[in-house]
C-alpha cells in the first residue's frame, strides 16, 4: 500500500480557499487517489476521487500532476461547517477493498 | 439520501460481557464493513463482508469478533469478552457494487464503553 503524508493540522478563516496537499510517492499504477472528511464522532465521508489532471464536484476540486506522487484537495470558500479531519487515500478505485486511513489534515476554520 | 444507520449510538459494558453492535447498511448495497476508532487515533479496518462470509479481516478482527448478516437488512458485529482496548467508535460501513456506487459509505457509529 502507497503511504501517504499529510501536515497535522491546518488553520483558515471563513470564505477563503483551503489547499491541503498529500503526497504519495510510491504510488502504484493502478492507483486511485481519494480524499474523506469527518467531522467529530461521525463516520469519514467520500469527498472526492481522482486518478490524474483535476477532478471537480460540487464541493471540492482534486488537483494531481503528472507524476502522481502528490495530490492537493482544493475547499473553496470554507466555512466554519468545514472544520473536519480530512484523509487522503490511496488504492484502488472500486473502494471495495478495506480503506487505509492515515492520521489525516485537521482544519479548524476560525469565523 | 439513503444512510447507513447503527444502533445503539451508545454502549456501555463491564469487562468480560458480550456486546452486539447493530447496522443498517444502504439498501440494496452488497458489501459491508467494520472499522473502529480509538479515541485520538487513526480509523482502522476490521472485516469485510460480501456474499455471506468475510472477504477481508484485519489483526484486529480475532476470534473474540464475529460478523453476522442475519436478515436481509442487518449487519452486526458481536464481541464475545469484552476488553477495556475495546472502547473505541464502531463504524458500519457498505458500499454499493458499480458506478457512482462504489465508494463506502459509513454509517454514524457507536461509541463502546468497556468499563
Known amino acids: 500500500l502507497a503511504k501517504t503524508t499529510q501536515p497535522i493540522s491546518m488553520d483558515s478563516y471563513e470564505g477563503q480557499e483551503v489547499n491541503i496537499t498529500c503526497s504519495h510517492n510510491?504510488?502504484?499504477?493502478?492507483?486511485?487517489i481519494t480524499w474523506y472528511q469527518q467531522f467529530p464522532s461521525q463516520g469519514p465521508r467520500f469527498i472526492i476521487q481522482g486518478y490524474k489532471t483535476k477532478v471537480t464536484n460540487e464541493v471540492a476540486s482534486l488537483f494531481i500532476p503528472a507524476d502522481r506522487k502528490s495530490s492537493t484537495l482544493s475547499l473553496p470558500r470554507v466555512s466554519l461547517s468545514d472544520t473536519a479531519v480530512y484523509y487522503c487515500l490511496v488504492g484502488e478505485r472500486t473502494g471495495r477493498r478495506a480503506l487505509t486511513f492515515g492520521s489525516g489534515t485537521r482544519l479548524q476554520v476560525q469565523p | 439520501e439513503p444512510e447507513v444507520t447503527q444502533t445503539p449510538s451508545h454502549q456501555v459494558t463491564q469487562m468480560g460481557q458480550e456486546v452486539i453492535l447493530r447496522c443498517v447498511p444502504i439498501s440494496n448495497h452488497l458489501y459491508f464493513y467494520w472499522y473502529r476508532q480509538i479515541l485520538g487515533q487513526k480509523v482502522e479496518f476490521l472485516v469485510s463482508f460480501y456474499n455471506n462470509e468475510i472477504s477481508e479481516k484485519s489483526e484486529i478482527f480475532d476470534d473474540q469478533f464475529s460478523v453476522e448478516r442475519p436478515d436481509g437488512s442487518n449487519f452486526t458485529l458481536k464481541i464475545r469478552s469484552t476488553k477495556l482496548e475495546d472502547s473505541a467508535m464502531y463504524f458500519c460501513?457498505?458500499?454499493?457494487?458499480?458506478?457512482?456506487?462504489?465508494?463506502?459509505?459509513f454509517g454514524p457509529g457507536t461509541r463502546l464503553t468497556v468499563l
Open positions: 510510491n504510488i502504484a499504477t493502478n492507483d486511485y
Open positions: 460501513a457498505s458500499r454499493g457494487r458499480t458506478g457512482a456506487e462504489d465508494t463506502q459509505y
